[in-house]
C-alpha cells in the first residue's frame, strides 16, 4: 500500500524525541499509528545509524512469545546495547498480558526512549496517569485531513479533491479498494469487528445490539444536540428499551476508543459551560455511509463533523457555543486564541447566509469570527466576518 508522510505527527514526535516521557500514540483503530510509528523508527535510524532500535509488532506472530510482560521485559533487556541510545519502539502494547508493569519497569530504568501504540478501548486517554507511573506524552492521531488526501492521491484542485474526500472518507486502509461499495465494506467491518470487538472485551458487554443501536443514532444525529435521556427515549420509541444510564454508559465507551468526539456546550457570554446536552462527532465521516449509507443525507451536519475534527487536528480545543439562545457551531482556543466559526452547506441565499452571520455579529470581542461554507470563491469579509471556501479552508495549512 501507498505511504505518504504524516509530516505534522513525525515533527511532534521528534520534538519529543529522548525525552523521559512515555510516548503514547492514540487514536480510532486503522488510522495510521502502527505506520507513523514504523515511520518514526525509520527516520530515526536514517539520522543516526549508530542508535539502536527495537521494535515489537504484536501483529507479528513472531512476537507471539512475548504476550506476557516478564517476557516481554527480558526480551527487551537482552537487545540493549550499552554506550548508545536505545529506542523501544511496541505496536499493539495491549496484547501483551500486564503491558503497563513492562513498560512502568522499562522507564524506570531510565534506559530506553519508549514509543508505544495500541487499542483505544484499552489504551484510554482518561487511563495513561492510572496505567504508567511516568509522564507520558499522548500523540492524538486522526484519519487522514483532506490535505493529506490530496497528497496521497496526488491531487492539485481541493474543489475537486473536497468532493472525493466527502465520500470516500479518510481511513487510509480504504484507499486499496477501487469501488465505493468495498471501501465502505472495508470501512464498516473496521467499525464492527475492531471498535466494536475491542469495547465489548475491555467492558464485558454481552447486548452488543444496543451497543450498535447507539453508535448507529449518533451517526445518524452526527453534530446534533443530544443526551444520554433524548438517546434512551428515541430508541424506545423504535421498540429498543435501554435505560439513559446504560446510553450513557456505551457514549463514553464509544468516546474512549475515539469512534466519536463529544464537544460540550459552552455559553460565550457567561463564560461557563452548559449542563443539557452535548455534540458528538465521528471520527472519520465515512463511517457514517458505510454503516447507515446515503439515507437522510445532511451535508450540512456532515461538514460540520469534519470540521471539528480538522479543528482537533489542528490541535483546537473546541467547544459549541450559545450566546442568547444563538448557537455558534465551534468556539475553537488554541494557546491563548479564541475563533468563532459557523459552518454551513450553501450560503448563497440571502436568509441564510445573515442566519449564519447572526450570533457572529453578536459576539462582542475581538476574535476571529468566521464562516465556512461551499463558497468556491477567494476569502472576503462580511461585517469583520471573514468568509471562507470550506474546501479551501480544509485543504491549507493555517
Known amino acids: 500500500m501507498k505511504l505518504i508522510r504524516r ?46 532500535i527495537i521494535q515489537v509488532n504484536f501483529n507479528l506472530v513472531q512476537f507471539e512469545p512475548l504476550l506476557e510482560y516478564r517476557a516481554l521485559c527480558d526480551h527487551i533487556e537482552g537487545q540493549y546495547i550499552e554506550g548508545t541510545q536505545n529506542y523501544v519502539f511496541i505496536d499493539e502494547i495491549q496484547m501483551c498480558k500486564g503491558f503497563e508493569k513492562a513498560i512502568n519497569s522499562l522507564h524506570a530504568s531510565e534506559k530506553y526512549d519508549l514509543y508505544i501504540t495500541g487499542s483505544n478501548a484499552f489504551l484510554m486517554s482518561s487511563d495513561l496517569a ?11 492521531v486522526f484519519p487522514f485531513s483532506l490535505a493529506e488526501f490530496m497528497l496521497y492521491y496526488e491531487l492539485d484542485d481541493a474543489t475537486e479533491a473536497f468532493a472525493r474526500y466527502t465520500i470516500e472518507g479518510g481511513m487510509p486502509g480504504s484507499y486499496a479498494y477501487r469501488t465505493d461499495e468495498t471501501r465502505y465494506s472495508y ?44 438517546i434512551a427515549e428515541a430508541l424506545s420509541r423504535v421498540g429498543s428499551k435501554t435505560s439513559d444510564k ?85 468556539v475553537a482556543m488554541r494557546r491563548g486564541e479564541k475563533r468563532y466559526i459557523q459552518v454551513s452547506d450553501n450560503i448563497s441565499d440571502k436568509g441564510t447566509f445573515e442566519r449564519e452571520c447572526d450570533p457572529l455579529l453578536r459576539i462582542r470581542d475581538a476574535y476571529p469570527k468566521i464562516v465556512l ?9 462580511y461585517e469583520g466576518i471573514e468568509v471562507r471556501d470550506l474546501a479551501s479552508w480544509l485543504a491549507s495549512p493555517e
Open 7 to 52: 509530516n505534522g505527527y513525525l515533527s511532534k514526535l521528534a520534538e519529543v524525541e529522548g525525552t523521559p516521557d512515555i510516548k503514547v500514540i492514540t487514536g480510532v483503530r486503522r488510522c495510521g499509528k502502527s505506520k507513523i510509528l514504523e515511520m518514526f523508527a525509520q527516520e530515526v535510524q536514517e539520522r543516526d545509524p549508530q542508535v539502536n
Open 130 to 140: 492510572t496505567l504508567f507511573t511516568g509522564r507520558t506524552f499522548e500523540l492524538p
Open 187 to 230: 470501512v464498516a467491518d473496521v467499525f464492527d469487528t475492531l471498535i466494536v470487538r475491542d469495547i465489548r472485551q475491555k467492558h464485558g458487554i454481552r447486548n452488543v445490539d444496543a451497543l450498535d443501536r447507539v453508535a448507529d443514532f449518533l451517526m445518524d444525529n452526527v453534530s446534533n444536540v443530544t443526551s444520554s435521556n433524548s
Open 246 to 330: 446504560t446510553v450513557g454508559s456505551y457514549l463514553g465507551y464509544l468516546c474512549d476508543a475515539f469512534a466519536f468526539y463529544r464537544v460540550r456546550r459552552y455559553d460565550t457570554r457567561g463564560k461557563r459551560y452548559l449542563a443539557s446536552g452535548n455534540k458528538y462527532y465521528l471520527s472519520d465521516h465515512s463511517f457514517r455511509y458505510a454503516k447507515l449509507g446515503t439515507r437522510n443525507m445532511d451535508y450540512g451536519r456532515v461538514y460540520e463533523s469534519m470540521v471539528a475534527i480538522e479543528l482537533m487536528r489542528r490541535g483546537y480545543e473546541v467547544y459549541a457555543g450559545m450566546l442568547y439562545e444563538k448557537e455558534i457551531d465551534f
Open 373 to 381: 461554507a461551499n463558497t468556491h470563491h477567494d476569502l472576503y469579509t
